[in-house]
Nanobody, 123 residues
Framework: QVRLVESGGGLVQAGGSLRLSCTGS????????IGWFRQAPGKEREFVAV????????YYGDAVKGRFTVSRENAKNTVYLQMNVLKPEDTGVYYC????????????????WGQGTQVTVSS
């Protein structure tokens, strides 16, 4: 497993932008897929995006396609989630998670999780 730390959440008005960061603090992300998920109060955890550390392939959930971008910075062992044109329905706790093997949108198959960072979008 890898230890993950998220940062960058906050309060923003609708239409604004935020960038979240996810840093692996104990070992490199080699051979991992790093996913972003979010959870709103009373709702299930929702897949947002995932990136492969080797190759940089990306996949997005339908709700964020065209607005969010996931990227990585190898030298800093960090994955970013750039969120643009934010909507009130994007509000929630955002988590990054790591898994080996194939990419997945299923939260249950990710073995390592960060503590989460709150994103609040006001209307």
């Amino acid at each position: 497993q890898v230890r993950l730390v998220e940062s960058g959440g906050g309060l923003v008005q609708a239409g604004g932008s935020l960038r979240l960061s996810c840093t692996g603090s104990d070992r490199t992300f080699s051979n991992y897929y790093i996913g972003w998920f979010r959870q709103a109060p009373g709702k299930e955890r929702e897949f947002v995006a995932v990136i492969s550390w080797i190759g940089g392939s990306t996949y997005y959930g339908d709700a964020v396609k065209g607005r969010f971008t996931v990227s990585r910075e190898n030298a800093k062992n960090t994955v970013y989630l750039q969120m643009n044109v934010l909507k009130p329905e994007d509000t929630g706790v955002y988590y990054c998670a790591a898994k080996r093997g194939a990419w997945s949108s299923q939260a249950s198959v990710y073995s390592s999780w960060g503590q989460g960072t709150q994103v609040t979008v006001s209307s």
